[in-house]
């Protein structure tokens, strides 16, 4: 097969595999969501707090 001056022969574009960086940072983000939702659920039943109260300020008791 000849090419003529100025064309370039065809390429394949092929899809970049998975890296072992993709796989931890996957793993970190379920880590921390799975945390975040445990310390929810902690926080709502153990204390007694409504959802609406983890995200606003709380007043300190006086003694």
Do not use: C
Not at 5 to 18: D, E, L, M, N
């Amino acid at each position: 097969m000849t090419l003529t001056p100025g064309t370039q022969p065809s390429t394949v574009k092929v899809k970049p595999q998975s890296n072992i960086y993709t796989l931890l940072l996957l793993l970190a983000i379920v880590v921390l969501a799975t945390t975040f939702g445990i310390v929810v659920y902690e926080l709502v039943t153990t204390y007694g707090m409504t959802f609406g109260e983890l995200f606003t300020g709380q007043q300190i008791p006086s003694p």
